[in-house]
């Protein structure tokens, strides 16, 4: 689980912290000590003394720091901190594995409340019939307020209750995906502040509402959790037991790595529940193990699913060799800094992960949002047939065989193509009609630079800057060829 500094900052709250807080969103993967020999990654909270990160400074109080925020602490024992922040990490790791392993236990709902209960105050769960399912069993009757008083005499809300919760101030509404809205009851006593969480199911039907009651304004790190709270109750009804269907999420991936519900309703859903942005660029990839003879792997999947709630995994329906199937998010990184012929920044966590558990991975090429997730399990499964990591090896024979439909051969071109269109709209270079010159004239230096009208020194500084930015090997006779029939086809589809 990712935290945000929020929690981070709650967590350490003994130590009096003092911070500047930019960020709401759940981004921090791990910590990692301050050393200036290594570049940042923004994905990690950096912890140092404070003449660690400014060296004219003699002060040794401790600092945290994470892309633009900062915590800074009352103390000089770093170590101390660092192990608390790894405790945080430990903590809300089991505390998610928890929440999202809910709806396999008998009374679901409760199960989540009882995980909540050093984290929210009073929590109950209603169904769609107003009753009171599941509460936070540790306030009894006249411990809270008069709604609460209501369902622990008749076990739901009273026409009086329902009422007084819709004269209440409506305050603010989370971020759309998690539709959390927070309120305010002017007519309550001692717990005035209350947080709603909608339950839908996969049809994004409303199948149930928690709701959290406070003495005091929820704080930033409680609306960071509540978007756990919230997935977790969706997995909760989009669960079938008895079809062992897994989570909503796999049920909508299965299907659109076989094209069905391909629609936006189906989309809007996945983005949703699973947190992902339309413009999130992502790969299918199948992971093999070379003892899958017939084995299924359910504890692995089950652990990758823990470790890695931001990646989807269900089982590979086409093969009954126990592969396991994954749509990955990925970075998008500058040109500048690519450094690989996708321009793209894969998970090293999950890298690491895969290698620790014995996994090979054949990836599909990357593209931005869900719509072409069936491509791109086709592209995984060629990979895998062929024995390949990458896509990449096998994509000519998929644009040059003629049952090839045209979605296929136009997604499976070079990925450097449109990377180049987008270099030279960005930049105001020409190096898209370069590159395509040059492999006509058979790389002859000469030839292309006469038909360009530039000097041939020009011409080779700038095809040096195309090979290191787009990571092009033309000493290669597959890549040469790749990119010529991918010209043909970009030029012959009007893109």
């Known amino acids: ?24 969103e759940l981004t921090i993967a791990g910590i990692r000590l301050f050393s200036y020999e290594k570049t940042p990654d923004p994905d990690y909270l950096y ?37 608390m922040v790894m405790d945080a990490f430990v903590y809300y790791q089991k505390w998610e594995q928890t929440m999202l392993a809910a709806f396999q236990q008998e009374n679901p ?29 540790q306030y009894p009757k006249g411990s809270v307020n008069r709604n609460w008083d209501d369902f622990w005499d008749i076990g739901t809300l009273s026409v009086d209750s329902l009422v007084q919760m819709q004269k209440g101030k409506y305050m ?27 339950q839908e199911n996969s049809e994004h039907q409303l199948t149930g509402q928690l709701t959290i009651v406070s003495q005091e304004k929820f704080r930033k790190y409680q609306k960071h959790l509540a978007q756990i709270l919230k997935k977790a109750l969706c997995l909760v009804a989009g669960h079938d037991s008895g079809k062992q269907q897994g989570t909503v999420v796999q049920s909508l991936f299965r299907d659109f790595l076989q094209g069905r519900h391909l629609d936006e309703n189906g989309f ?29 792997y359910g504890y692995q999947m089950w652990a990758l699913c823990s470790y890695f709630p931001e990646i989807v995994f269900c089982q590979d329906g086409e093969s009954g060799n126990g592969n396991i199937v994954c749509g990955v998010p990925i970075k998008q990184r500058r040109f500048e800094e690519s450094g690989n012929r996708y321009g793209i920044e894969f998970p090293e966590r999950f890298s690491d992960m895969l290698k620790r558990l014995g ?47 045209s979605l296929l051969r136009r997604l499976a071109i070079h990925p450097a193509l449109d990377r180049l269109r987008e270099y030279d709209s960005l930049k105001s270079t020409d190096f898209y009609h370069i590159l395509r010159v040059y492999l006509q004239c058979e790389r002859d230096r000469v030839l292309t630079a006469k038909r360009l009208f530039v000097h041939k020194n020009t011409l080779v500084y700038r095809l040096k800057r195309i090979v290191e930015i787009f990571d092009l090997n033309l000493d290669n006779a597959y890549e040469r060829e790749y990119l010529t029939v991918s010209f043909l086809v970009m030029e012959n589809s009007g893109n």
């Not at 689980?1 to 709401?24: A, F, G, H, N």
């Not at 990160?53 to 170590?79: A, N």
């Not at 995906?177 to 009851?185: L, P, R, T």
């Not at 990979?383 to 990458?390: R, S």
């Open 1 to 24: 689980m990712k935290l945000s500094m929020d929690i981070i900052e709650q967590w350490i709250r003994k130590y009096e912290p003092v911070s500047t807080i930019v960020s709401d």
């Open 47 to 83: 912890i140092g003394r404070t003449g660690d990160f400014f060296q004219r400074s003699q002060d040794k109080e401790v600092l945290l720091v994470h892309r633009k925020d900062v915590i800074s602490l009352r103390t000089e024992e770093l170590e101390d901190v660092f192990d």
């Open 109 to 137: 709902e409760q199960v989540i409340i009882d995980a909540c209960r050093d984290i929210f105050g009073p929590v109950f769960f209603t169904d769609t019939s107003l009753q009171v399912t599941a509460f936070s069993r």
């Open 172 to 198: 603010e509404m989370l971020p759309q995906k998690w539709d959390c809205e927070i309120f305010y009851e002017e007519y309550t006593d001692s717990y005035p502040w209350s947080m709603m969480i909608s």
């Open 268 to 296: 809007r859903t996945f983005y949703q529940m699973q947190g992902w942005e339309p413009s999130q660029p992502g790969v299918v990839a199948i992971l093999e193990k070379d003892d899958a003879g017939g084995r299924n």
């Open 359 to 405: 996994f090979r991975m054949h990836c599909s090429y990357p593209f931005a949002g869900i719509r072409n997730m069936s491509i791109q399990y086709k592209q995984a499964r060629k990979a895998l047939e062929k024995g390949v990591k990458d896509y990449y090896n096998c994509a000519l024979e998929d644009m040059t065989a003629l049952y090839r439909d």
